[in-house]
């Protein structure tokens, strides 16, 4: 049953019953709120658009990309027109490219499905690609005000802290509760500014690390505040298992000064974004063992002049330690035409993962070719 969490949470029922958090919230929300162009209107599509950029991207480093989407694809008919690498390629440096490829399929389903109008419903926004949950509540609150409450990282801290939950977020027991909870609490009434406040608290107030519980206006009521426990809210019970790659890029380039890409088109990170040849190896390897790699030699040949040899780049993902060197090699032939040939002016019309854009950034192939 719902209220079967822990004695915290009881204590803490009355909050519920009142109704009294999500007035405060709200009364909270409206006085402190981030000025954010996706708050200043009820378009379905520009609050879908924010809800994807911003999954797994701090406001921050989603604002630009979010202007830059809304300047190009005004309008949700103009994204589902849009080619894939252009989509992509407008992406670059956002990480978790899966979210383009998705957000540009459900632009196509809604054009076709609803002839370019955003579903109305909180089920068949869900159906679209890529929205789970959290985004349909979102959006089905923002834009439609529809009664379906949110629960994000933001709202795990902000009720696990305040009510005392133990239960483990990454459980299935445990997302049900908190989903239970945030639906029971929310503001039927008005449950787009009540989503928006929680998120808004979770983010400026409640953070991670370092949160403002001296100026916290739930603090006289927060379980964990009031028994010096707030680092241990959010409970967790699976570690994250890190994975280190390894990754040697090859750029290649014959007589002619034409450089060959490959597109990445495997289940991994990075699908449908170019990338120079890539080797890649259980630990990082010199210079000689990559001149020796049979999958080197098959695409560089034996009279090869090896020009540059980049620093070692880290990129952090939540599952995986990425390790990239790159290598610029001089060939004395052409490869086949199955490979995409470019020349060094049009490199940067191609989308490239962000290591991939470091090197290029930080390299003046210019100079060295």
């Known amino acids: 049953m719902f209220l079967r969490f822990n004695k915290a949470f009881s204590l803490n029922f009355t909050l519920i019953m009142e109704n009294w958090f999500s007035r405060e919230l709200i009364t909270w929300y409206n006085k402190n709120k981030r000025d954010l162009p996706w708050r200043n209107h009820k378009d379905p599509y520009k609050i879908w658009l924010s809800e994807i950029i911003l999954q797994q991207t701090q406001v921050v480093q989603g604002m630009s990309y979010y202007l830059k989407f809304v300047q190009k694809y005004p309008k949700i008919g103009q994204l589902a027109a849009a080619k894939e690498d252009e989509v992509l390629k407008l992406w670059q440096g956002l990480g978790y490219y899966s979210r383009a490829r998705n957000l540009h399929a459900a632009a196509k389903a809604v054009n076709e499905q609803y002839k370019g109008v955003f579903p109305l419903t909180y089920e068949d926004i869900k ?24 629960v994000d990282g933001n709202v795990y801290r902000v009720l696990s802290r305040l009510f005392g939950i133990e239960t483990p977020i990454d459980s299935s027991v445990g997302k049900k509760q908190f989903q239970q909870l945030a639906t029971k609490l929310l503001d039927k009434k008005e449950p787009g ?4 406040a929680i998120m808004e608290f979770g983010s400026q107030y409640c953070k991670p690390a370092n949160p403002d519980c001296q100026n916290c206006i739930f603090n006289a009521k927060c379980f964990a505040f009031k028994s010096a426990r707030v680092n ?17 890029y090859v750029v290649l380039i014959d007589k ?13 990170i990075w699908k449908g974004l170019y990338e120079f040849l890539l080797i890649e190896s259980n630990k990082q390897i010199t210079v000689q ?25 880290k990129h952090v993902l939540s599952h995986q330690h990425l390790y990239a060197t790159f290598y610029v090699v001089r060939m004395a032939v052409s490869l086949p035409k199955t490979q995409t040939k470019t020349t060094l002016k049009n490199l940067t019309d191609f989308a490239f993962a962000r290591l991939s854009e470091k090197f290029l950034n930080d390299c003046e192939l210019k100079e060295i070719v």
Not at 256 to 268: F, G, K, M, Q, T
Not at 297 to 302: K, P, S, T
């Open 256 to 268: 002619n000064n034409s450089i060959y890409l490959n597109r990445r088109s495997a289940n991994d």
């Open 232 to 248: 241990e809210f959010p409970v967790k019970s699976k570690k994250i298992k890190v994975k280190n790659r390894y990754l040697n």
């Open 193 to 196: 500014q009540h989503n928006q």
């Open 127 to 150: 159906a679209l690609k890529g929205v789970g949950d959290y985004t349909a509540a979102a959006i089905s609150s923002f834009a439609y005000n529809l009664p379906y409450a949110v």
């Open 289 to 313: 063992q990559l001149l020796k790699h049979k999958t080197f030699i098959e695409n560089a040949g034996n009279k090869l002049k090896l020009l540059h040899t980049s620093k070692l780049y």
